[in-house]
């Protein structure tokens, strides 16, 4: 808005003319005259004189609505952006007094519901409307209707209720309480005797002797029993005693014939238990740093002779005890597989067999529950098999509905169990993908714990999305003291270091070797030593907190498998595709302090016992024996 300019002059003399025209006002009761007196002008000393033109000056004024006190450099922290950003809208109402009344309308809804609330009702308020209008008809017809000597009525007026707000009642109530009744019942106590005997051999043996002529006794009512007797009980069916007689029979049998085929076995087998015993091999004194590998006992199944071996595993309980998983690598004929556990005791036939539809390529026993086998297969499911259920179904297993990987899962292992106390285990796949699978009730629930992916292939799809190339993983293996701690190898060649607090990133990578990686194992013994094998004919030791390896072995030949020695740290056997086995002894000054050897506690076979267990793609597999004097350099040996 434009103000014009206003004259200081003028304004000082009405200011001046109008404070004393109210003096003279007030002071017009005291004399008439009083307000005819000229009047003084008071000037302020300080007041600034202007000339006719500057009074006559227009000067332009502009209101703005925006508030000077407000700040003006607001920051707030955007949480889309990850960063502080500058406000540039700031808020320029200022409120300097606020009030809030507490009027009603009484034809408004509010209105009524505190009148009906406070108790007046809409007659007694037109009512006394009225009253303020015609205050003066009333008392005249009051007058005029009560007459001489008598007195208007009062005016008839509801009182208003009024509640007293300390006023209240306590409110209770009572349940009924249900009748105890006591009930005992009483009863004599089972009749107590005293027995005592002796058990031993000829006294079991005369006990024997009696069950057998009662048997014979009562075989000899029967066939005295007359015809019409004898058809009833054919009608009635067979008795439950009988039944349970002839199973406890045929376990009695089971449990002889079992033994009586172990003893066979180990009489058959006598030469070669003879030479796991006492085997010297003499020429190993012309030999220099290099041992033998001595072919054992050799174990085969007619109905799985056309599957390959694709896993192998011992019982961490029962040292003579170990599982073989049949399957098959080949991706036009794939076929049904099998899982079978034999036991040294009896080297001719399976302990347990299992079938499946799809082929097992890979399985794991639990250490503190050996009866469980974990299993994973080439359609990419995994099961769980109960060795103490009599069926040949798995336990648990995924499905299509509730889970599984899209590729053959090349890899399981078991974990601890979980804060829950469930049981759960590990798998890996070629879907780039490392999942955990947990017991939960009757069922596998699963979630991923890491997907692999390689750097560096990111591609630009439709719309700007952003497609990654998944890595392929073929085998991983968990630290033994570092429980979150693990390695992931792929076929890239890639060996990864990863965590399973992490799924979004990896710890490190390890550009290992120039093909698949198709095995990774700590050093039971060395906590910061691993070791990997790859089908470009190498074998590496790596420490896994340096980013080169400290020993490469060319063994001529794609390696299929590792294994470190349970007895030492520096001893390994790696499996390559040509059929040979070889063992490694690492020694020298400069190993003595990086890898020293550790004997293992004598507590079972395998732990004592220098052997190699090997397997083939003609679904035979054997053990091997290290050579007592193999103890440099390389031993090799083609068994298959």
């Given at each position: 808005q434009a103000v014009k300019g206003i004259n200081h002059q003028e304004l000082s003399d009405s200011v001046g003319s109008r404070r004393n025209d109210e003096d003279a006002s007030t002071e017009a009761g005291e004399g008439a005259d009083e307000w005819?007196?000229?009047?003084?002008?008071?000037?302020?000393?300080?007041q600034l004189e202007l000339t006719e033109a500057e009074l006559k000056e227009e000067v332009t004024r502009i209101l703005t609505a925006n508030n000077p006190h407000a700040p003006q450099n607001i920051v707030r922290y955007s949480f889309k952006e990850r960063a502080y950003k500058a406000?540039?809208?700031?808020?320029?109402?200022?409120?300097?007094?606020?009030?809030?009344?507490?009027?009603?309308?009484?034809?408004?809804?509010?209105?009524?519901?505190?009148?009906?609330?406070?108790?007046?009702?809409?007659?007694?308020?037109?009512?006394?409307?009225?009253?303020?209008?015609?205050?003066?008809?009333?008392?005249?017809?009051?007058?005029?209707?009560?007459?001489?000597?008598?007195?208007?009525?009062?005016?008839?007026?509801?009182?208003?209720?009024?509640?007293?707000?300390?006023?209240?009642?306590e409110r209770a109530s009572q349940t009924f309480n249900d009748p105890v009744r006591e009930r005992a019942c009483q009863m004599e106590p089972p009749p107590r005797a005293t027995f005592s005997a002796t058990a031993n051999q000829w006294e079991i043996y005369d006990a024997y002797v009696e069950e057998l002529q009662k048997l014979e006794k009562s075989k000899e009512k029967e066939k005295q029993k007359p015809l019409v007797a004898k058809k009833e009980d054919k009608l009635r069916g067979r008795k439950l005693t009988s039944l349970e007689s002839q199973s406890d029979d045929v376990t009695k049998v089971t449990k002889a014939a079992k033994i009586v085929e172990r003893m066979v076995n180990q009489n058959t087998f006598d030469d070669l238990a003879q030479d796991f015993k006492?085997?010297?091999?003499?020429?190993?004194?012309?030999?220099?740093?290099?041992?033998?590998?001595?072919?054992?006992?050799k174990f085969q199944y007619d109905k799985a002779k056309r599957l390959a071996v694709t896993a192998i595993c011992w019982n961490p309980r029962y040292k003579d005890l170990f599982a073989v998983g049949h399957g098959s690598y080949d991706f036009m004929k794939q076929s049904r597989g099998m899982l079978l556990l034999y036991t040294m005791k009896n080297p001719s036939f399976p302990e347990y067999i299992f079938s499946s539809e799809s082929g097992i390529?890979?399985?794991?026993?639990?250490?503190?529950?050996?009866?469980?086998?974990a299993v994973g297969f080439y359609d990419g499911n995994v099961a769980i098999y109960n060795l103490k259920k009599l069926h040949s179904q798995p336990g648990?297993?995924?499905?299509?509905?509730?889970?599984?990987?899209t590729d053959p899962v090349w890899q399981v292992k078991w974990q601890k169990d979980d804060l829950d106390n469930n049981l759960n285990f590990f798998s890996i796949s070629s879907d780039g993908r490392i999942v955990s699978w947990t017991l939960v009730k009757n069922e596998l629930v699963h979630s991923d714990v890491i997907k692999l992916s390689v750097e560096g292939t990111t591609m630009e799809g439709p719309e700007g999305l952003q497609l990654q190339t998944i890595g392929?993983?073929?085998?991983?293996?968990?630290?033994?003291?570092?429980?979150?701690?693990?390695?992931?190898?792929?076929?890239?060649?890639?060996?990864?270091?990863?965590?399973?607090?992490?799924?979004?990133?990896?710890?490190?990578?390890?550009?290992?070797?120039?093909?698949?990686?198709?095995?990774?194992?700590?050093?039971?013994?060395?906590?910061?030593?691993?070791?990997?094998?790859?089908?470009?004919?190498?074998?590496?030791i790596w420490d896994h907190t340096i980013k080169t390896?400290?020993?490469?072995?060319?063994?001529?030949?794609?390696?299929?498998?590792?294994?470190?020695?349970?007895?030492?740290?520096?001893?390994?056997?790696?499996?390559?595709?040509?059929?040979?086995?070889?063992?490694?002894?690492?020694?020298?000054?400069?190993?003595?302090?990086?890898?020293?050897?550790?004997?293992?506690?004598?507590?079972?076979?395998?732990?004592?016992?220098?052997?190699v267990f090997s397997g083939c793609a003609r679904s035979a597999w054997g053990i091997l024996l290290w050579g007592p004097n193999s103890v440099l350099g390389i031993s090799n040996c083609s068994s298959h």
């Amino acid at each position: 808005q434009a103000v014009k300019g206003i004259n200081h002059q003028e304004l000082s003399d009405s200011v001046g003319s109008r404070r004393n025209d109210e003096d003279a006002s007030t002071e017009a009761g005291e004399g008439a005259d009083e307000w005819t007196l000229s009047k003084t002008l008071l000037k302020p000393p300080d007041q600034l004189e202007l000339t006719e033109a500057e009074l006559k000056e227009e000067v332009t004024r502009i209101l703005t609505a925006n508030n000077p006190h407000a700040p003006q450099n607001i920051v707030r922290y955007s949480f889309k952006e990850r960063a502080y950003k500058a406000i540039s809208y700031v808020d320029q109402l200022a409120i300097h007094f606020s009030l809030d009344g507490n009027l009603l309308l009484r034809d408004s809804d509010e209105g009524r519901r505190q009148s009906a609330k406070i108790g007046l009702e809409p007659e007694v308020e037109e009512a006394e409307v009225k009253e303020e209008g015609s205050k003066e008809d009333i008392p005249a017809a009051s007058a005029e209707e009560a007459g001489e000597g008598e007195e208007p009525p009062p005016h008839s007026m509801k009182e208003q209720k009024l509640t007293n707000q300390f006023n209240f009642c306590e409110r209770a109530s009572q349940t009924f309480n249900d009748p105890v009744r006591e009930r005992a019942c009483q009863m004599e106590p089972p009749p107590r005797a005293t027995f005592s005997a002796t058990a031993n051999q000829w006294e079991i043996y005369d006990a024997y002797v009696e069950e057998l002529q009662k048997l014979e006794k009562s075989k000899e009512k029967e066939k005295q029993k007359p015809l019409v007797a004898k058809k009833e009980d054919k009608l009635r069916g067979r008795k439950l005693t009988s039944l349970e007689s002839q199973s406890d029979d045929v376990t009695k049998v089971t449990k002889a014939a079992k033994i009586v085929e172990r003893m066979v076995n180990q009489n058959t087998f006598d030469d070669l238990a003879q030479d796991f015993k006492y085997f010297e091999d003499p020429a190993d004194e012309y030999r220099d740093q290099e041992g033998t590998l001595l072919p054992l006992w050799k174990f085969q199944y007619d109905k799985a002779k056309r599957l390959a071996v694709t896993a192998i595993c011992w019982n961490p309980r029962y040292k003579d005890l170990f599982a073989v998983g049949h399957g098959s690598y080949d991706f036009m004929k794939q076929s049904r597989g099998m899982l079978l556990l034999y036991t040294m005791k009896n080297p001719s036939f399976p302990e347990y067999i299992f079938s499946s539809e799809s082929g097992i390529m890979c399985l794991d026993i639990h250490n503190d529950h050996p009866y469980l086998l974990a299993v994973g297969f080439y359609d990419g499911n995994v099961a769980i098999y109960n060795l103490k259920k009599l069926h040949s179904q798995p336990g648990y297993k995924s499905s299509a509905k509730s889970g599984k990987h899209t590729d053959p899962v090349w890899q399981v292992k078991w974990q601890k169990d979980d804060l829950d106390n469930n049981l759960n285990f590990f798998s890996i796949s070629s879907d780039g993908r490392i999942v955990s699978w947990t017991l939960v009730k009757n069922e596998l629930v699963h979630s991923d714990v890491i997907k692999l992916s390689v750097e560096g292939t990111t591609m630009e799809g439709p719309e700007g999305l952003q497609l990654q190339t998944i890595g392929c993983g073929t085998s991983f293996d968990f630290h033994k003291k570092i429980d979150y701690l693990f390695l992931v190898g792929t076929e890239e060649g890639k060996i990864y270091k990863c965590s399973k607090s992490y799924s979004s990133q990896f710890l490190d990578t390890f550009d290992a070797h120039h093909m698949a990686v198709d095995a990774v194992s700590w050093n039971p013994y060395h906590m910061k030593v691993f070791i990997s094998c790859s089908s470009d004919w190498t074998v590496k030791i790596w420490d896994h907190t340096i980013k080169t390896p400290m020993f490469i072995f060319d063994l001529n030949s794609a390696v299929g498998d590792i294994a470190w020695a349970p007895y030492s740290s520096t001893v390994f056997a790696a499996v390559t595709t040509d059929g040979k086995v070889r063992g490694f002894i690492l020694t020298g000054r400069g190993l003595r302090n990086l890898m020293r050897a550790v004997p293992s506690p004598s507590h079972g076979i395998p732990s004592t016992l220098s052997w190699v267990f090997s397997g083939c793609a003609r679904s035979a597999w054997g053990i091997l024996l290290w050579g007592p004097n193999s103890v440099l350099g390389i031993s090799n040996c083609s068994s298959h």
